[in-house]
């Protein structure tokens, strides 16, 4: 039975939950996600889950902080004047905004918390820090 390698194109439904078992994303009722393996399309420990999968096979995985989204980093949270937002923005808690780096690079910030005086805006990926458990089923593999 053919078994997913490095360079195949494969199709799987996933379940992604946090600890708390809390489903953080899933692909049910949707199209199967499609992956090319070794191509960094998604996090290192997923890939590396579906590598040796055969077609029909499910799992479920424990993929580590550092596998996964890397770690959280209290210095990627700051406090913004909230005088300094463009007044055409209305930041809400959740909210989305892109910032440019000093070096002009863009970089997405998530709005944590917003008073009259600041706004605290975190660039940490929103599962940085946590241990993420997906089951896997693979669907199909082309070579």
């Not at 890939?47 to 989204?69: C, F, H, N, Q, R």
Request: charged fraction near 25%.
């Amino acid at each position: 039975m053919t078994q997913a390698k490095n360079g195949d194109n494969v199709t799987l439904h996933y379940t992604g939950k946090l600890n708390d078992g809390t489903i953080f994303d899933s692909s049910e009722g949707k199209d199967p996600l499609p992956v090319t393996l070794g191509e960094g399309e998604v996090i290192e420990g997923f890939e590396t889950a579906i590598l040796g999968m055969s077609v029909g096979d499910s799992k479920t995985v424990t993929i580590p902080a550092d596998k996964a989204y890397g770690a959280y980093y209290d210095e990627k949270v700051i406090d913004f004047p909230a005088d300094q937002i463009p007044e055409d923005i209305e930041p809400e808690v959740g909210m989305h905004l892109q910032l440019q780096s000093q070096d002009g690079q863009p970089f997405t910030v998530r709005v944590t918390e917003v008073t009259e005086e600041h706004i605290k805006l975190d660039a940490n990926p929103p599962l940085a820090g946590q241990d993420l458990t997906f089951d896997i089923e693979l669907i199909t593999i082309n070579a």
